[in-house]
C-alpha cells in the first residue's frame, strides 16, 4: 500500500504517465516491493514528502520527510530536489532534520555527540578512495544499468543530450547516485539510489514523448526484462541450498565457504568452517577438508539472494583459494560441495558470467554484449556455466 501510495504522489508530482508506468517497470523498483528492503519505506515517504512540498503543504511534507528520513539517511542527499520545487521549504527541512538527528543519535547512544557522529559518520569507511577513478566510475554505471536496464539509462543521457533545458532537474535527480552508489551493499549493490531511478522514469518519458510507437516498445521491452528476472524471486537461494548439504557434511573437518554465504551457512557445520576473504580470515589445512563451490570461485560468483552480485562477475583474476589449493585434487560430493583428495580432479573453476541469474540476463543489449564479447573481445573460459 505504502509503494502505491508512492506511486501515486509520483505522478501527482510529475502529471506523466509514462513515467509512472516505466518507474513501477524497472526492476530495481519490483524488487524494493516484493523484498523485505528498507527502500520500500523510506522511497514512497519520500516521494510523498516531495508531492506534498510542492503542493506548498509543508507541514504535511515535513512529516513525511522526517519518517522517511528516520528510515534512511540518504534522503538527505535529494534535499536540493525539495528546494528546486520549493525553496521555501528549507525552514521545514531544517526542524526535520534537527529533530530526526536527535531522536535517532540517542537511540545509538545516551551521549547526543556519539550518537550524531555513529549517524552521520557510519557510512564514511564504505566509500571507495576517490583516487581510485576506474572503480568510482564502475559503481556508478554497472548498478544503474543493472538495476535499470542497459537501454533505460541510455534512453536518459540521449535525453539530456537532447533537451539540455532538464540538465539541473536531471542533476538533482540522478545526482545522489554518484555518492549512494559508492556505499558497499551485498544485498543488492546500487539499491540505495533508487530515488535516482524514478528520476530516470521522468527523464526518459520526457524523451518519448513525441513518439508513441517507440514508447510502446519501451513498455515491452521493460516487461520481457523484468517479468523473468523478477520471477528468480521464488526460486531457490543458492547458499541456502548449500546449507542444506552442509549439514549432511562429516563431522570434525575444515570447510571452506565464501564470505558472502556467512548470514545462510554460519553454524551449520559441525567442525571448523573459514569464510574466504572475510577480513583477517587465514589459510589452514586438515587430514579432511571441505570446500564450496562458492568458495573455490570467491570473489568472483557471489550471490545476494537469488541473483549474483553485480560486481562479482569479472573474473579478472584467479580465485583466492587457487593460490592456496591450486595444486590440489578433488572429489565433487554434490553439484556444490567438494572434498580436498588424491586421486581426483583438478581445481574446478566455476566461471558464471552467463548465468542466467544475472539481474542483466533478460536484457537483450546485454545479449547483445555478450555475443559481441564472445567474439571479439575474448573466449569465456572452459569452466563456464550457467547456474
Known sequence: MLGLAGMIAFYRLTKNKTSVIIASLLPVVWFSQTTVMMEAAYVPLFLISLYLFKSQRNFFGAIFFSVSLLTHLAVLLWIPLILCYNFKSWKWLIISIVITSIFNAYLISPNLLTGLSGIYLSKLGEHVQLSQVLPLLRNIFIPLMRN????????????????????????????????????????????????????????????????????????????????????????????LETAKLIGDLPPGGLLFDSHFARPQTAGVYAGETIYVNEPGWVFKENKQTFVTASALSDPYGLYSGPYLHSLSLSYKNPPTLKQYLGNKYFKKISGQIYEVTDPGIAYPETNLYLSPRRLDYHDPVSQIWFMIKKIFVQKFPAGLTAQ
Not at 164 to 191: E, M, V
Open 148 to 239: 535499470n536496464t542497459s537501454l533505460i539509462i541510455i534512453l536518459a543521457g540521449l535525453s539530456i543530450i537532447k533537451n539540455k533545458k532538464i540538465f539541473i532537474l536531471s542533476l538533482l535527480w540522478l545526482g545522489p547516485a554518484i555518492i549512494t552508489n559508492q556505499w558497499w551493499d551485498s544485498l543488492l549493490f546500487g539499491r540505495h539510489a533508487l530515488i535516482a531511478s524514478f528520476g530516470i522514469a521522468l527523464i526518459v518519458s520526457l524523451f518519448l514523448k513525441s513518439h508513441r510507437l517507440f514508447k510502446s516498445v519501451i513498455i515491452t521491452y521493460l516487461i520481457f526484462v523484468s517479468v523473468p528476472t523478477v520471477s528468480l524471486l521464488n526460486k531457490s537461494i543458492p547458499y
